[in-house]
């Protein structure tokens, strides 16, 4: 009794935790100590054998608890941070792949771009030639209504000298045809002054049929005159409107190639603006993602 009384703690408030001979269990924990804790069967292999204070043992448990606790905590925190990394590493090689590809939109911008500035430098000199152009175009114009009013002059002078031509050449078929009318109307005219009766009137009759032959043949080279005119003047109407058509055609062709130009100059520009804004787009994204992992590194 005299040692008990001599321990800073009295009996009761001690936890054998050593086996006694008797039995194999250890001192049962007083039952303020007997609920279910997390690590409570560890803690009490750790202790086991020790004659541990009451009070210390559960500043020891609770202790125990707190870097159970802190120790799982951790495990969660090494399992997000690891699957941020993982997220971080995916995101790097998207960002890669994204940068790649805003490089391959440069390179396609910056060649759009040379081709636009070509284009930009053809239509600059197309601008500094136009008033040249526009003067040589009014300077041909007038000497092509020079041609053309010489051209028809020409061509009505033409018309005229063969129309003369025809006429001429009608004039002396003409002639000879009078000259053998004549020829043949002297012999009828000597036959009849000694032709008597029927004869006579047989002479008369052809006199008569041989003056309308002549008629009859006049008239129908006349017509052939007139027609052959009106065939020369339709042929030459014909290729006057072939050239109208001609120059028309010529005219609508430039319209044409300018409008094609001016249409490809202008799907070009909107090719480069829409790869610049997804160029900037990926940029914005790949700014972004990298302001990202670097807070996730950071919180690391």
Known sequence: ?????????????????RKRQRSASPTPIPNKMARAIPGDAELRRIVYGHRIPNSIFER?????????????????????????????????????????????????????????????????????????????EEFIETQNQLIE????????????????????????????????????????????GEAEGEELVGLALEAQAMRTLGMVKGLQREVEEKDAREARRVEEIVRYEQQ??????????AEQKKQEQAKLIEELREEVEAARLKAKEAENIAEEEGRLIKRLLELK
């Open 244 to 253: 109208i058509l001609e120059e028309r055609r010529k005219v609508t062709e």
């Open 1 to 17: 009794m005299a040692g008990q009384q001599e321990l800073p703690y009295r009996r009761r408030d001690l936890i054998d935790t």
């Open 60 to 136: 020891l448990e609770s202790r125990w608890i707190e870097l159970k606790d802190e120790a799982a905590k951790h495990a969660r925190d090494a399992a997000s941070n690891a699957k941020e990394a993982s997220k971080s590493a995916a995101r790097g090689i998207e960002i890669g792949k994204r940068c790649n590809q805003i490089h391959d939109l440069k390179t396609e911008i910056e060649g759009k771009e040379k081709v636009m500035r070509k284009l930009q430098e053809r239509n600059g000199e197309s601008g500094k030639l136009r008033a040249e152009k526009k003067d040589l």
């Open 149 to 192: 009013i010489g051209t028809s002059a020409l061509r009505d002078q033409r018309m005229k000298v063969g129309r003369l031509e025809e006429e001429n050449e009608g004039l002396k078929g003409r002639v000879e045809e009078l000259e053998t009318e004549n020829g043949h109307f002297q012999d009828l005219v000597g036959q009849m």
